[in-house]
């Protein structure tokens, strides 16, 4: 069974900028056909995808976010990460790392993050 878990602070300040890891078990994320992504949701507002890393390693952007963010991998924990940087209180939402594309069939529980000076 596969698991997915985010872990970061729940409280940064603005300008600052934003580390979070997914830890994936049950699974590795370098196997075939499998994407892994980074979505959030800001209070009272839908899903926003963020960007992913694929089996290959390939990365894939939010337009609107990737001049700020960068999505990077450890297989050798079998993590990945995001990081935003330049963050603002727009920013505050619940991160999930999520398998699948175009379908997401694993989500992890969600980490808060608040923007916040």
């Known amino acids: 069974q596969v698991q997915m878990q985010e872990s970061g602070p729940g409280l940064v300040k603005p300008s600052q900028t934003l580390s979070l890891t997914c830890t994936v078990s049950?699974?590795?994320?370098?196997?075939?056909?499998?994407?892994w992504n980074w979505i959030r949701q800001a209070p009272e507002k839908g899903l926003e995808w963020v960007g992913a890393?694929?089996?290959?390693?390939?990365?894939y952007y939010n337009s609107s976010l990737k001049s700020r963010s960068s999505i990077s991998r450890d297989t050798s924990k079998n993590q990945f990460t995001l990081q935003l940087n330049d963050v603002a209180p727009e920013d505050t939402a619940l991160y999930f790392c999520?398998?699948?594309?175009?379908?997401?069939?694993?989500w992890g529980q969600g980490i808060q993050v608040t923007v916040s000076a």
């Open positions: 999520v398998r699948g594309y175009p379908f997401y069939d694993v």
């Open positions: 049950g699974e590795l994320i370098t196997a075939s056909y499998h994407y």
């Open positions: 890393v694929n089996y290959y390693g390939s990365l």
